[in-house]
């Protein structure tokens, strides 16, 4: 029979539990605003009675305690038809009553006669649903975290109460998290690196894993000019509040003995910041971009030439070198979907960019090592050319097979010598 059973219950209140509601109980009734443990609660701020659990939606009808929880009844024909299991059913509910009651109505049924049939349950208060579903200790975590801000810092209490149990998985760490938020709010933009902040138990890991919460809470608290909203989610943490931040770095390699950077003989393997990049002074007239650290390696000389190690999608490492707009610039990724993507993303910075290695005749001609691609990009890539742009239809139209991809490092390196040979011929 599919009636309400002690599980069912407890079910019910464990969702409002995961929904947050009854977190947020537990903060009402803590900050005061409850009427106390044996009285008619509010949950949500909403006077509403008789709330049926499993109808209502989160923030769409309050839930109070005394707190009507759903109720899959026998009907009258069951009633008739099972008494004996109806008598069994009942039996187990009340020998599990000890955080919920149970309501009875009289009620006369044909064959039965008068009988006193279940028509409700009721959790009267907060407490009782905290024992019901094992949240006692949790609750009183949470106390502990409101008191703990609201005497450190009251401002981010909004956040508490929206995001109880993010806070509770934060625990171990919330007063450390505090402490950052309180610290910068003294100190707004300081222009250090994570790594200076001299803090109790503070350090660049704690917050380089928590930016994402820091975020939060920072931008809660933080006044609009200590925040530069230019720059927004983990990566742009540091700019954003005014930190300092690791620098962004290029590496080429040279591939014209010619214009060596260096006196030493050997490779010219170069690493060096993206300020530094974009103020070199050099006179190579074409440049290439692989994503494949393999090929960028093994890259044949050429004159006046050098290569680039790419990062797959972002370019910010590159955007400012504007001398790289006035190269020939070739761009070498993956003959599948997400290949063409950073191609277009790549052209928002340098729109002359130019596709090297990235057409219908080498997809085909390496038949033999195709590959999968397991996510394929699916959106509309405005800055293609049409060429590119059907290539890119057919692969993710699935033209030639199920989700293909041809990757850069399993083209031959003599198709590579010759398409570059050709290259050099065109000048």
Not at 220 to 246: E, N, W
Not at 331 to 353: C, K, M, S, V
């Amino acid at each position: 029979m599919n009636w309400t059973t002690p599980d069912d219950i407890r079910r019910q209140l464990l969702r409002l539990w995961e929904r947050g509601v009854l977190p947020q109980a537990v903060l009402r009734e803590g900050d005061g605003d409850g009427e106390g443990a044996g009285g008619k609660q509010d949950v949500m701020g909403v006077a509403e009675s008789d709330v049926s659990a499993g109808e209502a939606g989160t923030g769409a009808i309050g839930y109070q305690f005394p707190l009507r929880l759903t109720l899959k009844a026998p009907s009258s024909a069951e009633l008739s038809e099972h008494f004996g299991d109806v008598r069994d059913w009942l039996a187990r509910l009340s020998a599990s009553a000890q955080h919920y009651r149970l309501e009875f109505r009289r009620v006369r049924l044909r064959q039965l006669g008068e009988n006193d049939v279940l028509s409700a349950i009721w959790v009267d208060r907060l407490d009782q649903a905290l024992a019901l579903i094992g949240k006692k200790k949790d609750a009183q975590q949470l106390l502990e975290l409101s008191r703990l801000t609201r005497e450190r810092l009251p401002a981010l209490l909004p956040w508490l109460r929206r995001k109880p149990l993010a806070a509770l998985a934060l625990a171990d760490d919330w007063p450390r998290l505090l402490a950052i938020v309180n610290w910068l709010a003294g100190h707004p933009r300081p222009s250090i690196y994570l790594r200076q902040i001299d803090l109790p138990g503070v350090h660049s890991k704690l917050i380089e894993r928590h930016r994402g919460v820091l975020l939060e809470l920072l931008d809660s608290v933080l006044p609009a000019d200590a925040i530069d909203d230019r720059f927004r989610g983990g990566r742009g943490f540091c700019p954003r509040y005014g930190f300092l931040d690791k620098p962004l770095r290029v590496r080429f390699r040279v591939l014209d003995p010619q214009l060596r950077l260096f006196a030493a003989a050997g490779d010219q393997d170069i690493t060096v910041t993206q300020e530094a990049f974009a103020s070199l002074q050099l006179s190579a007239t074409r440049v290439f971009i692989t994503e494949n650290e393999v090929n960028f390696l093994a890259f044949p000389a050429l004159p006046s030439s050098l290569v680039i190690f790419g990062a797959g999608y972002g370019f910010e490492n590159l955007a400012p070198a504007a001398w790289l707009g006035q190269r020939a610039l070739y761009y070498w990724g993956d003959i599948d979907t997400h290949g063409f993507a950073i191609l277009n993303q790549l052209r928002e910075h340098f729109p002359a960019a130019v596709s090297f290695l990235m057409d219908t005749q080498t997809f085909l001609a390496h038949r033999a090592l195709w590959g999968r691609e397991e996510l394929p990009e699916r959106g509309d890539l405005q800055r293609l050319t049409p060429d590119e742009a059907r290539l890119y239809a057919q692969l993710r139209d699935n033209t030639w097979g199920e989700q293909l991809r041809l990757e850069q490092e399993r083209i031959g390196y003599e198709f590579l010598r010759e398409v570059l040979q050709a290259l050099l011929q065109r000048g």
